[in-house]
């Protein structure tokens, strides 16, 4: 509300709930003055303000990164105007992430989000080590209550190491920076976030990378989502899930580098799979990814005493091309539309499967869960296993 404005109760619901939403505020009270002689009224705020600065510590154990500790320190009050800024640091077993942020939860006076992560991280991964450095500039908005657009810019500098002398990758593709534009879509009604038993989340985004971003890497990418839970008789839960993305190289690009792409298998996807190792792999039995993936999964879960709940699930994936690398001995693409004929060929073949149980203990932050998963029909060429078991924090989907 402004000076001038007509009181409504209207208004004061909605500027009590934008002081509430803020998080800054531990009491509100919203109440009018006794009218002046010429008829108008003051509008009287009263606000008790909350701490604002957080210090977290959060070890953890996953079955890639095994032991992880996170660390870091949130300010919502930021030199006492609303903005929000954070530093965190993360460390594993397979690499660590430094992270600074800024975020604007009232950009120029609107109701537009901006947030400003810089960030730098150095990984392991299953055929190849990274080291990466990050600025974006992101922007969001809540168009209703359940719809969030966010779109924006990002500008990394990525350095690959230890790729494998066979693998079917280009070798000066290790050294790259890249400038990308993107936008993305979030649809969410679920009852809760970390154990929903109930609604719908689905989401879609794409985002093009061009030298116009200052890019060294020409390519646009798409991916969709659907999340969906009901409610069972007897207090079963069903979920749902299907995840598909698709890379797309521009012009000249002929191939996307190993970092770029889309891996499949681990404890959030294909569960009877280890971390990125579904799909193709080079003569070294390393996974080179592929420019598109699919990921379906049903599920039924139960609590069934206190805080102890059990999942029975199957689950279904693919990395595409997969099938044509194979029958070509992993020869490297030499043109743009052979990669795109087999990546197209392929999308909807191969695909792999995990049947499976797990035990999730409910937590306040999210269930810890540990998951076993079967595959009826390991690979010998690319040596799967039969079983995998996977320990995690937070549901698949």
Known sequence: MKPGDIYTNTKRRESFRKLFDSGLFAKITIELAS?????????????????????????????????????????????????NGRIEGLV????????????????????IIMNVPLYYERRDEPSYTSEEASLSILFSK??????????????????????????PLPKDEDDYNK?????????????????PAAGLRLFSGFDISLPA????????????????????????????????????PIRDQISIPISERFFNGGDNTVRSYKHSELGPKDNNNEPVGGLGYNVFSIEVRKRFYRNFAATLYVDAGNV?????????????????????????????????????????YLLPVGP???????????????????????FSLGMAF
């Not at 959060?58 to 949130?74: D, I």
């Not at 809540?142 to 500008?155: A, E, M, V």
């Not at 010998?380 to 995998?388: G, I, L, S």
């Open 179 to 195: 400038g990308t534009v993107g936008i993305q879509a979030v649809w969410d009604t679920r009852d809760d976030i970390f154990y």
């Open 35 to 83: 009218p002046k002689q010429d008829g108008s009224r003051d509008l009287e705020v009263i606000v008790k303000e909350l701490p604002t600065r957080e210090y977290y510590v959060e070890p953890g154990w996953g079955s890639y990164e095994e032991l992880r500790l996170r660390a870091g320190v949130f300010e919502k009050n930021l030199f006492g105007t609303g903005r």
């Open 142 to 167: 809540n168009l209703s209550r359940n719809l969030t657009l966010t779109t924006g810019y990002q500008y990394k500098m990525t350095q690959l190491y230890s790729l494998t002398d066979d693998t």
């Open 320 to 360: 595409t091309p997969n099938r044509s690398l194979l029958e070509s001995d992993f020869t490297p693409y030499t043109s743009r539309s052979e990669l795109l004929n087999d990546t197209f060929n392929d999308f909807f073949s191969d695909f792999r499967f995990g049947i499976g149980m797990g035990l999730q």
């Open 213 to 248: 971003f200052g890019s060294d890497l020409e390519y646009g990418r798409i991916t969709l989502g659907c999340r969906y839970f009901m409610k069972l008789p007897h207090e079963y839960i069903l979920g749902l899930r299907a995840t598909t993305g698709l890379i797309f």
């Open 92 to 111: 594993s077993t397979k690499g660590e992430t430094i992270t600074l942020s800024y975020t604007d939860p009232w950009l120029l006076q609107t109701d």
């Open 368 to 390: 810890v869960r540990l998951d076993v998963a079967y595959n009826p029909d390991p690979e010998e060429a690319w040596n799967e296993d039969t079983f995998v078991f996977h």
